[in-house]
């Protein structure tokens, strides 16, 4: 059985914390705005959260190959369920943005953890089409937070919104307290190896980033940029020019169609390469971005959101997958930890760089400059491949 028990909570777990961070995400900036920020100052507010969490990741990488996933994940969790409920009630910019820090930190601990918990109950031979669900887990969290906090937020105000963030996040902490077995930490007190003899080998030294899963990242941080321009800034796009089309629809039928291409790929994540992937991954995502740029009905903005599942939601399992392999077991967490840096890096940049483009450059280059991202990542993976197959060349030449 792929999905054990254990990992359907985990599952569902994950779907509750993601969609707690996104469903607060867009909603930041406005609701700092009723606090009387400046325009300035709802972006930094609105960054804070993915700030704290790129600078947190290599610790709760590090923490999470020496403590059990269970303590830190639920941390993690139940910091995310206090903040929430903090930025609910924050009378001040002041508080609000303290808590955007914290809820970063309790994001990038669960994040950290619960993949690495997650893969720990795979199958090694089937480790690519696990993290596939995994990464389905997330693209519905992602997709449905953000579409659930608007309407709660149109329909009641900010508050009541934020506190639909709060009770995902009390979910993802139930849920984690609910699964029965344990992923230990290497070294971890009572482990032993195969011989039933405690493991007397030294933990494993403080590092950052693991630089095996350093070319996963930097992938999935050219991808993620795309994306986030995108989601972004697409309803100002349609404005700007005066398209009539649901925007909205883009989202929905970008996660309808990433679902199905989870199902169709299934052991193709474990059969087929890193590069082959970017490549098929970088066309559908330029190809995306094409139809963006040209649209001038519903249809070619529908037609986009597959092909942008093709390419950025693919992408996202494929470089997780890609990372916790080129690490091994015993750094599952240092990967997972790395793979989620370049993630934020995307998160983080994205938006930046499409404001950027959008107050900069004509609005016919909008989408034509974001293609950009693609070529680079197949460049970045080939180079990847080429230094890959130089050290093994040079391994068996001094061993012969």
């Given at each position: 059985?792929?999905?054990?028990?254990?990992?359907?909570?985990?599952?569902?777990?994950?779907?509750?914390?993601?969609?707690?961070?996104?469903?607060?995400?867009?909603?930041?900036?406005?609701?700092?705005?009723?606090?009387?920020?400046?325009?300035?100052?709802?972006?930094?507010?609105?960054?804070?959260?993915?700030?704290?969490?790129?600078?947190?990741?290599?610790?709760?990488?590090?923490?999470?190959?020496?403590?059990?996933?269970?303590?830190?994940?639920?941390?993690?969790?139940?910091?995310?369920?206090?903040?929430?409920?903090?930025?609910?009630?924050?009378?001040?910019?002041?508080?609000?943005?303290?808590?955007?820090?914290?809820?970063?930190?309790?994001?990038?601990?669960?994040?950290?953890?619960?993949?690495?918990w997650f893969a720990m109950t795979?199958?090694?031979?089937?480790?690519?089409?696990?993290?596939?669900?995994?990464?389905?887990?997330?693209?519905?969290?992602?997709?449905?937070?953000?579409?659930?906090?608007?309407?709660?937020?149109?329909?009641?105000?900010?508050?009541?919104?934020?506190?639909?963030?709060?009770?995902?996040?009390?979910?993802?902490?139930?849920?984690?307290?609910?699964?029965?077995?344990?992923?230990?930490?290497?070294?971890?007190?009572?482990?032993?190896?195969?011989?039933?003899?405690?493991?007397?080998?030294?933990?494993?030294?403080?590092?950052?980033?693991?630089?095996?899963?350093?070319?996963?990242?930097?992938?999935?941080?050219?991808?993620?940029?795309?994306?986030?321009?995108?989601?972004?800034?697409?309803?100002?796009?349609?404005?700007?020019?005066?398209?009539?089309?649901?925007?909205?629809?883009?989202?929905?039928?970008?996660?309808?169609?990433?679902?199905?291409?989870?199902?169709?790929?299934?052991?193709?994540?474990?059969?087929?390469?890193?590069?082959?992937?970017?490549?098929?991954?970088?066309?559908?995502?330029?190809?995306?971005?094409?139809?963006?740029?040209?649209?001038?009905?519903?249809?070619?903005?529908?037609?986009?959101?597959?092909?942008?599942?093709?390419?950025?939601?693919?992408?996202?399992?494929?470089?997780?997958?890609?990372?916790?392999?080129?690490?091994g077991a015993e750094r599952v967490?240092?990967?997972?930890?790395?793979?989620?840096?370049?993630?934020?890096?995307?998160?983080?940049?994205?938006?930046?760089?499409?404001?950027?483009?959008?107050?900069?450059?004509?609005?016919?280059?909008?989408?034509?400059?974001?293609?950009?991202?693609?070529?680079?990542?197949?460049?970045?993976?080939?180079?990847?491949?080429?230094?890959?197959?130089?050290?093994?060349?040079?391994?068996?030449?001094?061993?012969?």
């Amino acid at each position: 059985m792929l999905v054990t028990r254990d990992g359907a909570v985990l599952l569902a777990a994950t779907f509750c914390y993601l969609a707690s961070t996104m469903l607060a995400n867009p909603l930041v900036a406005g609701f700092a705005g009723t606090l009387g920020a400046t325009a300035a100052m709802m972006g930094v507010l609105t960054a804070l959260m993915n700030a704290c969490s790129l600078v947190v990741r290599p610790v709760a990488g590090n923490l999470s190959d020496r403590l059990p996933k269970r303590h830190l994940a639920a941390a993690g969790a139940a910091l995310m369920l206090v903040t929430a409920v903090g930025q609910a009630l924050a009378p001040s910019t002041v508080l609000l943005a303290a808590m955007r820090l914290a809820n970063g930190a309790g994001y990038s601990l669960c994040s950290v953890c619960m993949s690495t918990w997650f893969a720990m109950t795979l199958p090694p031979a089937r480790l690519g089409q696990g993290m596939g669900i995994f990464g389905l887990m997330n693209a519905l969290g992602m997709a449905v937070g953000p579409a659930l906090g608007i309407a709660v937020s149109d329909a009641l105000g900010y508050r009541p919104a934020l506190g639909v963030s709060a009770a995902f996040a009390a979910l993802a902490l139930v849920g984690i307290l609910l699964v029965r077995g344990e992923a230990p930490a290497r070294g971890e007190k009572g482990e032993k190896d195969a011989q039933g003899e405690k493991d007397a080998r030294p933990a494993p030294r403080l590092r950052l980033l693991d630089r095996r899963a350093v070319p996963a990242a930097v992938v999935v941080a050219l991808f993620t940029i795309p994306y986030m321009a995108t989601q972004s800034f697409l309803v100002s796009y349609a404005e700007a020019r005066g398209l009539d089309v649901p925007t909205g629809a883009f989202f929905t039928v970008y996660a309808a169609a990433l679902m199905a291409l989870r199902v169709l790929l299934g052991r193709a994540f474990d059969r087929v390469g890193f590069v082959p992937f970017v490549v098929a991954s970088g066309a559908s995502s330029v190809a995306s971005l094409v139809l963006l740029a040209t649209m001038d009905c519903p249809a070619g903005l529908l037609l986009a959101a597959p092909l942008m599942a093709g390419g950025y939601g693919v992408m996202c399992s494929v470089c997780q997958s890609t990372a916790v392999r080129a690490v091994g077991a015993e750094r599952v967490g240092l990967a997972n930890s790395t793979y989620y840096m370049g993630f934020d890096v995307g998160m983080t940049l994205g938006p930046v760089i499409g404001g950027a483009l959008f107050g900069a450059v004509d609005l016919a280059w909008f989408f034509p400059a974001l293609t950009l991202a693609a070529p680079a990542a197949v460049a970045v993976a080939a180079l990847s491949a080429a230094v890959g197959r130089d050290r093994r060349a040079s391994k068996r030449n001094r061993e012969m």
